[in-house]
Nanobody
Framework: QVQLVESGGGLVQAGGSLRLSCAASGSIFSRNDMGWYRQAPGKQRSLVAIMTSGGRTNYADSVKGRFTISRDSAKNSVYLQMNSLKPEDTAVYYC????????????WGQGTQVTVSS
């Protein structure tokens, strides 16, 4: 069973930057998509960014131009560089993976809190 472990969350002032990391327990990039969702208090979990197994990326409109998803296959890790952070980016951020290497089900990380103060 693939496991995902996130790190890098924290408290930052508006306009600042954070980099989230997600380490997978196995080599899954070659066939699985990976990405990030977030969930703010009282709201549904929503997609932030995705990188397909082929390396294509897609972003939520609200983060385009500010967030960048990347991966390091040698480290079995995916990253989310978040710049120009806004208070509305405050949420728990979850790493996920989906694809044939996880039986087409979705595997989630434990989540990491990002808080942006105004």
């Amino acid at each position: 069973q693939v496991q995902l472990v996130e790190s890098g969350g924290g408290l930052v002032q508006a306009g600042g930057s954070l980099r989230l990391s997600c380490a997978a327990s196995g080599s899954i990039f070659s066939r699985n998509d990976m990405g990030w969702y977030r969930q703010a208090p009282g709201k549904q979990r929503s997609l932030v960014a995705i990188m397909t197994s082929g390396g294509r990326t897609n972003y939520a409109d609200s983060v385009k131009g500010r967030f960048t998803i990347s991966r390091d296959s040698a480290k079995n890790s995916v990253y989310l560089q978040m710049n120009s952070l806004k208070p509305e980016d405050t949420a728990v951020y979850y790493c996920y993976t989906q694809g044939p290497l996880t039986g087409w089900g979705t595997v989630w990380g434990q989540g990491t809190q990002v808080t942006v103060s105004s």
